[in-house]
């Protein structure tokens, strides 16, 4: 399989906002892809490789790795009635205590800068978990429930889209 | 206060609330009479103080409005009582001003008004004339925050 190019300008870096991670806050047949990160400013996605060296008697150093266990914190993550993806956390997190449901979230990341513009590469996630860290904050300040989101369960590949007018974001495997 | 007012008309109706001013009743914009129980609002423009990005592409900007507020007054050479009531009114306009902005009284000006803060500051004797007028400035600033949300992806 070809390598997939990069559809930003050449000799340019690339905004932070063209990794975007989202949260199914609809049904699994339906979903609705909300995005996670409302004004977090800071947000990477931490790669464990399980990454092992060592080197043998003839002094040859070698290396493994496995798949990576991708892990990506959102703090702060200031609460906020317009955002559905914390909404949706809040309740399973806070209202429900229900651990099992948060640790089978469905979690949609696009590389909005890999693929075509209007079809980035896109990667689903069924059985991913969505944990919160704490919920609080300082006095006079806001409301917070930073979240760690570990993506997990099968994989799935392929193309995100969004609709221009309702901003309806839709996930199209590989296989279709 | 209304939402089709600018943000100098806010600032001087703020202003002009404050009880027992009727040296602020009337301010005039950007021009200040040596007349005493009169007074100026000098706008200074807005300072953006910070913008900070968020992961998603929307922009939180921090920004300020300053104003200068000009009360001229009475006060004749040698007055210590005269020039003792000055200070003391440009001293409780400064409390009233803080305390309207913690209650949460003040009119707002961007789009998080719990974020949002009016101070009155530094109040002092500007300049004092033998003719008996004393004129008293007060920085006005207000800091308020814009939410700029991302369009497209």
Known sequence: MADLTFNTTAEQTIAREMLLMCLNTGTSSS??????????TD????????????????GETRTTARKPIKKQTFDPLPLDSADAAAVSVWNKAIHDNDPQALCNMDILIVHLYAGTVSTPFAERYTSSSVLPTNLGGEG???????????????RVTGTASKNATTGVITFTPDSE | ???????LEKVKAFVASYPGADVLADLAIDY?????????????GLVEVRRVPDVLGNVTVVNQYNFALYTVMSKAPGDDAGATLNAEWVQAFQEWVQEQSVLGLAPTFGDDPRQERITAQNGAIYSADAEGVAVYAIQISVTFTKRFEKKGW
């Open chain 1, 43 to 58: 947000s990477s996605m931490e790669l464990d490789w399980s990454e092992e060296t060592s080197t043998d008697i003839l």
């Open chain 2, 1 to 7: 206060m209304s939402e089709e007012q600018t943000a």
């Open chain 1, 140 to 154: 006079g300040g806001d409301l917070g429930m930073p979240m760690a989101v570990t993506p997990g369960g099968e």
């Open chain 2, 32 to 44: 200040a009479d040596r007349i005493p129980d009169t007074a100026g609002l000098f706008p200074s």
């Open chain 1, 31 to 40: 979903p609705t892809w909300s995005p996670l990160g409302k004004r977090t």
